[in-house]
């Protein structure tokens, strides 16, 4: 049977005349072919000499000592402290109700698409304007700082030191900016530290998220998976304000957004 296979998968592809074995088996191999059929011979009393499989038998410690990229299977996330880590339970009930979150958010856009609801468009600043998103999500030109915003600032749309990811603000951002404010919260938590406030941002910007995820927003979410791990390793006790912010995003992005390599055992 396999050899009826072999022969239907290796078809001929040039005749040549049949010649008995005892014509094959003298042909003259140190010497060149004369004519094209003779080259033809040779090739077919070659290749009944050799086996269908062939593998190479390669000493690959050879090429382990040559080796110059090292991949490893580590996620960069530091080990949290015993009792830091939410169970099993908990991130599956976060994630059903992210999972819901994002399902009412995207009948909000269809709606609005569609006309059948109205929601004023508030004036934010453009999305290459890293200082302006700065300013309007925390009410200063530089996380962390004091400095009060310019109430004549264009840029300015709620009173008070910061504004929250309102419905209104969330509707009107299309993907690309999305991305944008996002990877310009990771760089201010990596520079400047972490907040409640700025929690409410990270979960209002990956509720937008779309999936399946481009190589470049999975890159930004593993990196915010990595600072949110790293800092709850560094907290001093378990009843710190920022653990539970920092074990719901490190739960959404490994869980929701199949990061599994990052996200916690429970």
Same mark, same amino acid.
């Given at each position: 049977m396999a050899?009826?296979?072999?022969?239907?998968?290796?078809?001929?592809?040039?005749?040549?005349?049949?010649v008995n074995s005892t014509i094959e088996d003298d042909i003259a191999f140190d010497i060149p072919p004369a004519t094209g059929q003779e080259y033809l011979r040779r090739v077919k009393q070659e290749a009944t000499k050799c086996p269908d499989i062939v593998v190479a038998d390669l000493n690959m410690e050879l090429f382990r000592?040559?080796?110059?990229?090292?991949?490893?299977?580590?996620?960069?996330?530091?080990?949290?402290p015993e009792g830091y880590t939410p169970g099993l339970s908990w991130q599956t009930q976060q994630t059903s109700d992210f999972s819901d979150v994002r399902q009412k958010l995207l009948r909000c856009k269809a709606r609005l698409k569609n006309g059948q609801m109205k929601i004023a468009k508030p004036k934010v600043p453009q999305s290459e304007n890293a200082e302006g998103w700065c300013r309007m999500c925390f009410g200063s030109y530089k996380v962390g700082t004091q400095q009060p915003l310019d109430e004549n600032s264009p840029d300015k749309i709620a009173t008070g030191n910061s504004t929250l990811p309102l419905l209104s603000i969330l509707v009107h951002m299309d993907q690309p900016t999305i991305v944008k404010v996002l990877g310009y919260h990771?760089?201010? !938590?990596?520079?400047?530290? !972490?907040?409640?406030?700025?929690?409410?941002? !990270?979960?209002?910007?990956?509720?937008?998220?779309?999936?399946?995820l481009c190589p470049e927003t999975c890159s930004l979410l593993r990196s915010l998976a990595r600072s949110?791990?790293?800092?709850?390793?560094?907290?001093?006790?378990?009843?710190d304000d920022k653990l539970i912010p920092l074990n719901l995003i490190i739960c959404l992005v490994g869980r929701y957004f199949d990061q599994t390599d990052v996200a916690d055992n429970g």
């Open positions: 050899e009826n296979s072999n022969s239907e998968l290796l078809c001929q592809a040039l005749s040549t005349n049949s000592k040559q080796q110059t990229v090292i991949v490893s299977s580590s996620s960069g996330c530091l080990t949290p990771i760089n201010w !938590f990596e520079a400047t530290g !972490f907040g409640v406030d700025q929690g409410r941002w !990270f979960y209002a910007l990956l509720s937008c998220l779309e999936k399946p949110c791990a790293n800092l709850r390793a560094s907290l001093e006790n378990a009843d």
